[in-house]
């Protein structure tokens, strides 16, 4: 399995990002969730957005309304819209795959991280 996010980069406080995430050699079917994780300078790696295979989508409060979680089942990729970033967003951005569909845990792949920094 070959997970790889791209679309980061940095940009200035309330400017916008899109990050992908690209999977091969998986297959996407039954129930499932897919997710995007981040891990701050100083903190945990923490659970920004999931969607799960009924389309129903968790975010964390602290994007809610700001960032979108989408995905394209037949190209395999995941999406996530991230508008009027602020510089509490800065971090290592984390594409995760195959989460269990209730409870959007215990992910079976993981990306390598993508950094977004985002300026005062």
């Known amino acids: 399995v070959h997970v790889v996010e791209s679309g980061g980069g940095s940009v200035q406080s309330g400017g916008s990002l899109r990050l992908s995430c690209a999977g091969s050699?998986?297959?996407?079917?039954?129930?499932?969730?897919l997710g995007w994780f981040r891990q701050s300078p100083g903190k945990e790696r923490e659970g920004v957005a999931s969607?799960?295979?009924?389309?129903?989508?968790n975010y964390i409060d602290s994007v809610m309304g700001r960032f979108t979680i989408s995905q394209d089942i037949a190209k395999n990729t995941l999406s996530l819209q991230m508008n009027s970033l602020r510089p509490e967003d800065t971090g290592t951005y984390y594409c995760?795959?195959?989460?269990?569909?209730?409870?959007?845990?215990?992910?079976?792949?993981w990306g390598q991280g993508i950094q977004v920094n985002v300026s005062a």
């Open positions: 995760a795959l195959l989460g269990r569909w209730m409870t959007c845990d215990e992910y079976k792949h």
């Open positions: 050699g998986y297959t996407l079917n039954g129930y499932y969730c």
């Open positions: 969607i799960n295979s009924d389309g129903r989508t």
